[in-house]
């Protein structure tokens, strides 16, 4: 924990852009999905990008080295869907534990390398904990608005799976990410609490929730404030947001956001707004003006990128940031 506080109060710190956006560049097929270990899998796994930590870890590795030679301070591990809901899709619940810690494990690997090689620029890796693709607040059937897809109870129990092998791992912190609905948040950040309280450990967490649309609330209601407050019962190293929306549409959340909360500050945004092809057009160069907007204005901490980012992108974004103080944080 002190390593990463240090850090935060010397300087913003820049985290990764997109694993999705990077792994489409290498078009892999159902067969590079697969690998030799699946090969006769009875269901389709093209798609389930957890898995290629273990069909294709070099991949991995390399998308993370590229995005800390972009400049990353921290980078996600490739876990955005490590949980046994998520992983229900392609009948591989048994696989959560061992695709989080080796997907852990080669993040770890890549920031100790970095980290050896400028120890005055420690790397860390965060645990990326995604949202499941259910909902414990919303009914997915108009029809039965009192019926849940999910209980809390189910969500704790695969979070607290997922949390257990991304500590194993060897993450520096965990990062409760692209939050929809703040009910499955509560119960990841439930299951940390008892992962922590079982085996008497302190890890750090962060919090970084989506505003869906122009409503500038979650996809289950919640307004920037409520979202807060949620969240805020637990010592939390950042809150933020990431997802949904660009850098432009973003900022006035993040600057209510920032005038609320005495944690720190993160954002990691799209490249824009998707076009007509679900494709993100916005350059680095652009991207970099709208951040650089959010640090004249003192709001962040933490600075990175979501959807349709890559490592130029990150590249931009880290020479901008090194320019500017991290957001004063009360009480650090």
Do not use: W
Request: charged residues 20%; contains cysteine; proline residues 5%.
């Amino acid at each position: 924990m002190s390593d990463i506080l240090e850090a935060l109060q010397n300087r913003i710190l820049v985290l990764d852009g997109a694993m999705g956006t990077m792994l489409q560049r290498y078009n892999f097929s159902e067969e590079n999905f697969r690998g030799e270990r699946f090969k006769n899998y009875p269901t389709s796994l093209k798609g389930n990008n957890d898995l290629l930590s273990l069909t294709q870890p070099q991949a991995i590795a390399d998308i993370h080295k590229l995005y800390f030679e972009a400049g990353a301070d921290i980078i996600e591990t490739n876990t955005f869907s490590g949980t046994t809901i998520a992983m229900a899709d392609y009948d591989m619940e048994d696989l959560v534990y061992e695709l989080n810690y080796e997907s852990a494990k080669i993040a770890k690997y890549v920031a100790t390398e970095f980290t050896n090689r400028n120890p005055k620029k420690p790397r860390f890796v965060a645990g990326s904990i995604g949202p499941t693709n259910k909902t414990a607040s919303m009914s997915p059937n108009v029809n039965k608005p009192e019926y849940r897809a999910i209980t809390f109870e189910e969500l704790r129990i695969a979070y607290k799976q997922q949390v257990e092998a991304l500590i194993d791992g060897g993450v520096d912190v965990l990062l409760v990410e692209t939050i929809f609905d703040t009910l499955n948040a509560k119960a990841a950040l439930f299951a940390i609490e008892e992962v922590k309280e079982e085996r008497q450990i302190d890890i750090p967490i962060m919090v970084s929730g989506t505003i869906t649309d122009a409503s500038g609330r979650t996809l289950s209601g919640q307004t920037v404030e409520a979202f807060l407050t949620s969240i805020s019962h637990i010592p939390l190293l950042s809150v933020g947001f990431n997802c949904a929306l660009g850098a432009e549409q973003l900022k006035p959340y993040l600057q209510r956001l920032s005038h609320e909360t005495e944690f720190h500050t993160s954002a990691h945004p799209n490249a824009g707004l998707p076009n007509a092809f679900g494709e993100y057009d916005q350059s680095p160069k652009e991207m970099q003006t709208l951040i650089e907007a959010y640090l004249k204005d003192d709001l962040i901490n933490i600075i990175g990128g979501c959807c349709g980012t890559n490592p130029e992108h990150i590249k931009a974004i880290a020479d901008v940031a090194q320019n500017y103080k991290p957001r004063l944080v009360v009480g650090v």
